[in-house]
């Protein structure tokens, strides 16, 4: 699922270039294309650990940073709040 995720996003941020296409056309990308990836198969299965999450995370992020062209340090809920994406973590007590 990870690697699916990664693929997804990858997938969006190779069409954003800097006159390419706006950030609420790239949110609707990531809210389309990155977030089913990932919630596909939660009635059966969930990320099991901390890292898995960060994973997912990341593969989250990575269009949303490309659209506004930010490093990979930056903060990642920061980054889903700006867009108004919500985090995939079910439960909180794994952060």
Known sequence: ??????????HVA??????GPSLRVNRQLVLTTVIPVVTYGWPLWSPPTRKHWLKLEAALCLPLRCALGLPANTHRLALQVEFGVVNPR?????R
């Open 1 to 10: 699922m990870i690697s699916a995720a990664f693929l997804a996003a990858h």
């Open 14 to 19: 190779r069409i954003i270039f800097s006159t």
């Open 90 to 94: 079910i439960n909180s007590s794994d």
